[in-house]
């Protein structure tokens, strides 16, 4: 099963590069129409977690996934999953 991998680490502190890579992943998985994208966020004080979940809360990005699932063995991720 394909699967994108997008992880926030390098540039965490960049508010602006976090949408646009946010973003960029949810095309990409509809372009190629990939079923699961994990992003990984670390675990660190949960501010990029809270900044990734509000990303997916908005309700023009809400429809365009199935449902997200928090990893529960790895706190630092969770899987988008898309029904196509």
Do not use: C, W
């Not at 095309?27 to 979940?53: C, F, M, N, P, Y």
């Amino acid at each position: 099963m394909a699967k994108l991998k997008l992880d926030l680490h390098p540039i965490a502190r960049n508010g602006a590069a976090i949408e646009a890579e946010l973003n960029r992943v949810m095309d990409e998985a509809e372009e190629k129409r990939v079923k699961t994208v994990e992003i990984i966020h670390g675990k660190g004080s949960g501010q990029l977690k809270k900044r990734v979940l509000k990303f997916l809360e908005r309700s023009d990005i809400k429809a365009r996934y199935a449902r997200v699932d928090k990893d529960a063995k790895n706190h630092g991720r969770l899987f988008v999953y898309f029904k196509f």
